[in-house]
């Protein structure tokens, strides 16, 4: 089972940036699509950005042009780079890993991180 862990959180300004990693215990070469998730306080898990085994990246429209998602398979790991940072990004960010290609098919995964808390300031 693959293991995910996410770190780059913390305290920043409005108009600020981090960079969010997400590592997994194992190679990402042939995971499907791996993603980010933010759950704001009181509020439900959203979708931010999914980045696909064929390298196509799709992005929530509340991120598009502030936030670049990008996985280095070399490094098994994905990123998440957050820019031009609002109060409203604030949130627990996870990292989603759905299935797994294998010699007979699509494993499934569902693998999750515990999240790294994102606060951004006004």
């Known amino acids: 089972q693959v293991q995910l862990m996410e770190s780059g959180g913390g305290l920043v300004q409005a108009g600020g940036s981090l960079r969010l990693s997400c590592v997994a215990s194992?190679?990402?070469?042939?995971?499907?699509?791996l993603s980010w998730y933010r759950r704001a306080p009181g509020k439900q898990r959203e979708l931010v950005a999914r980045?696909?085994?064929?390298?196509?990246?799709t992005y929530a429209d509340f991120v598009k042009g502030r936030f670049i998602a990008f996985r280095d398979n070399t490094k098994n790991t994905v990123y998440l780079q957050m820019n031009s940072l609002k109060p409203e990004d604030t949130a627990v960010y996870y990292c989603n890993a759905d299935q797994q290609r294998h010699p007979l098919g699509w494993r499934l995964l569902d693998a999750w991180g515990q999240g790294t808390l994102v606060t951004v300031s006004s």
């Open positions: 194992g190679s990402i070469t042939e995971i499907d699509v």
């Open positions: 980045c696909h085994i064929d390298r196509t990246i």
